[in-house]
């Protein structure tokens, strides 16, 4: 467990300063349908034997860092949250035959393989864009706007976590 | 105890989630404006709907205490239509009566009462003024319901206006606070006539004149109408003398009289309209007699 916590560390500060550094300026420069939320790749490789209330702890942690530099108060906060809570019903669900072992510390491509791992992913970010952009908005009226932003953006961020996951291959 | 907390231990994650989730939209909303403005609408929204379930359920409950006043309400109705039915009409050359009390009491002559006089049309006032120099009433009824300009309207406490004008579901009705308001009254302890009228101010006072000196009034005595004006049916209760009156300054005859009205102008609300049947036959013979 140990070696696993300066990993993270390092991913909370690198994927926070990405996200404001670069991907929000791409956002700001192109428009509201090409968001690109890298940052929550930091809860998808949180450990797999992390007690779920903890990875919602953290998962709101990270947003309320990215909320600071957005200025949005509370609301990357809430998605992180979200997907936080999220990331265990997935991984149940992806549960492979005879459950997770200590030997896979995290989900990442370097131990599922990258068939898995995207699966994983895909479903890890259309959770936290559309509780996002759900919050966002605030209401249900504008579901079709939502829904766009939601697929448009996770088309753009899926690219990006495979960049991220490729260059760096995580394994603890 | 111990299974709250079991159950809190199994699903931690998903109460940890929720409790995070209050959090953070408690802070979405304190600290950003358009999320802030949405919830605020959808607030005041469901507050409306809330608040309307709630009158409809405390009109639901009131409904015995609106019974009993109804019923009140169809007793004195009822009073007032036996009382009118004794009012005599001429039927034929010869008159009959109905009432068998009054037959034992009445002189050699026999009556009958064809038809009451007065007709009552309930109504409610959805518009009232008291604040102006001429005040109006408006209710919710017009001539569609039977309601002709020059029909007296009255409430359970008293006089309160003449219909003036009458749209076909609405009518515009003269308050007694106008300063044409001139209403026929009497005091009833003397039977003495005089007329009612509003110099403005105070909307609880009207003045009574061309009372002569030879009546003593004193504070207290009832004012009721007189039946003359052809509005309002006899002996309906105006209001009662304020204070022992003085004379009038520019009628050194008469008494200048305080009158405090029994109805609280202020707070009108169920109201009858005074049909007289035989207006327009009264009201000719009245026209006739003008330029004589």
Redesign the interface.
């Known amino acids: 467990m140990n070696n696993s916590i300066f990993p993270n560390i390092w991913r909370f500060f690198g994927l926070v300063a990405l996200q404001v550094l670069l991907l929000q300026q791409i956002t700001l420069s192109i428009g509201p349908y090409f968001n690109i939320l890298l940052y929550p790749l930091f809860i998808l490789f949180l450990p797999i034997q992390l007690?779920?209330?903890y990875?919602?702890?953290l998962g709101?942690l990270i947003g309320m860092a990215v909320d600071f530099f957005y200025g949005?108060?509370?609301?990357h906060?809430?998605a992180g949250?979200?997907s936080?809570?999220a990331r265990?019903v997935i991984l149940a669900t992806f549960e492979p035959k005879g459950g997770f072992t200590g030997k896979e510390p995290i989900a990442s491509p370097a131990h599922f393989g990258w068939r898995w791992y995207l699966q994983v992913a895909s479903y890890f970010f259309v959770a936290h864009l559309f509780w996002y952009f759900s919050?966002m908005d605030?209401?249900f009226v504008y579901f079709t706007r939502i829904t766009l932003k939601t697929l448009s953006g996770w088309g753009l961020t899926m690219i990006f976590v495979v960049l991220y996951s490729a260059l760096f291959n995580p394994k603890n | 105890m111990g299974k709250l907390l079991q159950l809190l231990l199994r699903n931690?994650?998903?109460?940890?989630?929720v409790l995070?989730?209050v959090l953070?939209?408690?802070?979405?909303i304190?600290?950003?404006e358009?999320?802030n403005a949405?919830?605020s609408h959808?607030a005041t929204v469901f507050s409306g709907r809330f608040l309307d379930k709630r009158r409809q359920i405390a009109d639901y409950l009131n409904l015995q205490q609106i019974a009993d006043s109804l019923r009140a309400e169809n007793i004195r109705i009822n009073e007032e239509l036996a009382n009118a039915r004794n009012i005599q009409v001429p039927y034929r050359d010869t008159f009959f009566i109905r009432n068998l009390d009054t037959l034992l009491l009445s002189d050699s002559l026999r009556r009958i009462s064809v038809k009451p006089q007065f007709e009552f049309i309930s109504a409610r006032a959805v518009g009232n003024s008291i604040s102006g120099a001429n005040n109006w009433l408006i209710i919710n009824k017009g001539s569609n319901d039977g309601i002709t300009p020059n029909m007296g309207l009255v409430s359970r406490n008293g006089v309160v206006g003449i219909i003036r004008h009458v749209g076909s579901n609405f009518s515009m009705a003269m308050s007694v606070l106008h300063r044409q308001m001139r209403i026929s009254v009497n005091l009833q302890r003397h039977h003495a006539l005089g007329s009612l009228i509003w110099e403005g101010g105070d909307p609880a006072l009207m003045t009574l004149k061309f009372v002569p000196h030879h009546f003593k009034v004193e504070k207290g005595d009832a004012v009721v109408t007189s039946g003359y004006s052809q509005l309002f049916p006899k002996d309906v209760l105006v209001g009662h003398v304020e204070e022992k009156p003085g004379s009038d300054p520019e009628n050194p005859y008469f008494w200048i009289i305080k009158v405090r009205l029994n109805q609280d102008m202020a707070s009108v609300n169920d109201l009858y309209v005074v049909n007289n049947i035989f207006y327009s036959e009264l009201d000719s013979l009245n026209l006739k007699v003008k330029d004589e």
């Open positions: 007690p779920a209330p990875v919602v702890l709101s949005t108060l509370g609301l906060a809430s949250a979200f936080g809570f265990s919050v605030f209401t | 931690g994650g998903f109460m940890t989630f995070v989730e953070c939209f408690y802070i979405i304190k600290y950003n358009d999320q949405i919830f959808t």
